[in-house]
Antibody, heavy 122, light 110 residues
Framework: VQLLDSGGGLVQPGGSLRLSCAAS????????MSWVRQAPGKGLQWVAS????????YYADSVKGRFTISRDNSRNTLYLQMNALRVDDTAIYYC????????????????WGQGTLVTVSS | NFVLTQPHSVSESPGKMVTISCTRS????????VQWYQQRPGSAPTTLIY?????PSGVPDRFSGSIDSSSNSAFLTISGLETEDEADYYC?????????FGEGTKLTVL
């Protein structure tokens, strides 16, 4: 299993950024996927998850309405569209593979990408 | 939302055993699975324990998970400590609305 995160960078407050995660080594369309972030020197925060259908999602309250998780199964790629970015969104964003096909409360992370750094600053 | 409380740091000598606690503030620890993740310095997290006590393939049996309903806590025990075990350890659980991580415990193996 390999998860290659990309798309991070420096963006101004209020701006937008799209992260990508190229997956390989497993049947991408058979697993739910997630994004988890880690602010500098801080702990982990589960940001969003997406299962087999577009409506099978989870979003943390802090990103609801601003972030959108999506996937392209033909390209084995996961995305995170981040809009209205705030300074407190600054973090390393990790792409992750869930343990199953559906997003359910008991989902857990089985594999992690290496992360991509997003810095929101003026 | 509930909170998972972990000790900020623990330390122990190589070859010894250490236990890290994770206490749930509300809701039953037994009714919602707990996972444990390891993050070595400068690296991405990896999964050590899922569903309270199960180990993914490749995780040594030196790592074990348990729960205690009386203290509403989960525990990660690492036996036969090695210097490479020096890392941050995070517990994680959930309720119907949220997935929550503990704030992490820094393990020093000295």
């Amino acid at each position: 299993v390999q998860l290659l995160d990309s798309g991070g960078g420096l963006v101004q407050p209020g701006g937008s950024l799209r992260l990508s995660c190229a997956a390989s080594g497993f049947s991408f369309n058979r697993y739910a996927m997630s994004w988890v972030r880690q602010a500098p020197g801080k702990g982990l925060q589960w940001v969003a998850s997406l299962g087999g259908s577009p409506t099978n999602t989870y979003y943390a309250d802090s990103v609801k309405g601003r972030f959108t998780i999506s996937r392209d199964n033909s390209r084995n790629t996961l995305y995170l569209q981040m809009n209205a970015l705030r300074v407190d969104d600054t973090a390393i964003y990790y792409c992750a593979r869930n343990d199953g096909f559906q997003v359910v409360s008991s989902s857990w992370i089985e594999f992690w990408g290496q992360g991509t750094l997003v810095t929101v600053s003026s | 939302n509930f909170v998972l409380t972990q000790p900020h740091s623990v330390s122990e000598s190589p070859g010894k055993m250490v236990t890290i606690s994770c206490t749930r503030s509300s809701g039953s620890i037994a009714g919602n699975y707990v996972q444990w993740y390891q993050q070595r310095p400068g690296s991405a997290p990896t999964t050590l324990i899922y569903e309270d006590r199960r180990r993914p393939s490749g995780v040594p049996d030196r790592f074990s998970g348990s729960i205690d309903s009386s203290s509403n806590s989960a525990f990660l025990t690492i036996s036969g400590l090695e210097t490479e075990d020096e890392a941050d350890y995070y517990c994680q659980s959930y309720d119907r609305r949220s997935r929550v991580f503990g704030e992490g415990t820094k393990l020093t193996v000295l």
